[in-house]
Structure formats: structure tokens, C-alpha cells
């Protein structure tokens, strides 16, 4: 599992039947002090995330182990939406309206 903040939409008209239906977002990943490592990757989103929320993605084989995203041809997938982070016992992050 690895952090990331969701920086965007990918849109695809043209796509593999199994994908149609589902949102693909742009994430960028960060480091665990909630700082961008400007590494970007496409994942599919299984939670309902939005722009500028930090969320948790696996990759893998454990991007196809959720319910819906089972028979999908993806290797990225969104699995949570993150409310706080603690880092060597600092709060990091906590998501706004909590």
C-alpha cells in the first residue's frame, strides 16, 4: 500500500469493456511525510475520491481484490480515502472537516 494525493482525471473514450463505467484518476505518491515525490501513475478508483484528497493505492495484484474491481484490467487502484497521518508520532495530515 502506498499514499497518494489524487492531482487529477484521466479520461478515456476508448477503452477496454471492463474499465467502462469506472473513474480513472491521476495520482502523484508521497512520501510518508505527505510530501510529493512528483511520481504520477493512473489508478482506478474504487472509493467515490476527488481532487486534492489523500488516499491509499495498491498496485498488483491487490488492485484487482476488491469486490468491483475483481475481472478489471488495471494494476492501480484506489482503496481508501485517508483521514489522518502520524508520522514518527507527529500528526502529518488530517483531512479537513475532521
Sequence with gaps: MELARVEGTVVSTIKSERLKGLKLLLVNLLGPDIKPTNNYVVAVDSVG???????????????????NLSNVPTDTSIVAIVDTVEFKGKAVFQKSGK
Design 49 to 67: 475520491a476527488g481532487a486534492g484528497e489523500v488516499v491509499i493505492i495498491v498496485r498488483g495484484s491487490s488492485a484487482r481484490q476488491t469486490t
